[in-house]
Nanobody, 123 residues
Framework: QLQLVESGGGLVRPGDSLRLSCTASGQSFKNYAVGWFRQAPGKGREFVAAINWSIGMTTYADSLKGRVTISRDAARRAVNLQMNSLKPEDTAVYYC????????????????WGQGTQVTVSS
């Protein structure tokens, strides 16, 4: 069964950059859409970005205004999320998840989620 492990979170200052990684174990990402979501305190889970592993097609939340980039690393069996110009409102637990397609995954349709990694943006 595909297991997901997020890493790369931490405490950063506004304007800093951070790269998160979602690593697969037990199975590869082949034939999956892989996405990143986040959940801030008191808020619902929000879609960030997704990628189709085999094709490489990507999709992003419009609200992030080009500050994030999702990519795949076949050698490490990982999907990365590069985040730039971080703001305090980016503070949240970031989760990766897999789904059948990016179209449905971006709506949160997934039965496989990682445990999450905390990102805190504060001065």
């Amino acid at each position: 069964q595909l297991q997901l492990v997020e890493s790369g979170g931490g405490l950063v200052r506004p304007g800093d950059s951070l790269r998160l990684s979602c690593t697969a174990s037990g199975q590869s990402f082949k034939n999956y859409a892989v996405g990143w979501f986040r959940q801030a305190p008191g808020k619902g889970r929000e879609f960030v970005a997704a990628i189709n592993w085999s094709i490489g097609m990507t999709t992003y939340a419009d609200s992030l205004k080009g500050r994030v980039t999702i990519s795949r690393d076949a050698a490490r069996r990982a999907v990365n999320l590069q985040m730039n110009s971080l703001k305090p409102e980016d503070t949240a637990v970031y989760y990766c998840a897999t789904g059948r397609a990016t179209v449905t995954l971006k709506d949160g349709l997934s039965d496989n989620w990682g445990q999450g990694t905390q990102v805190t943006v504060s001065s």
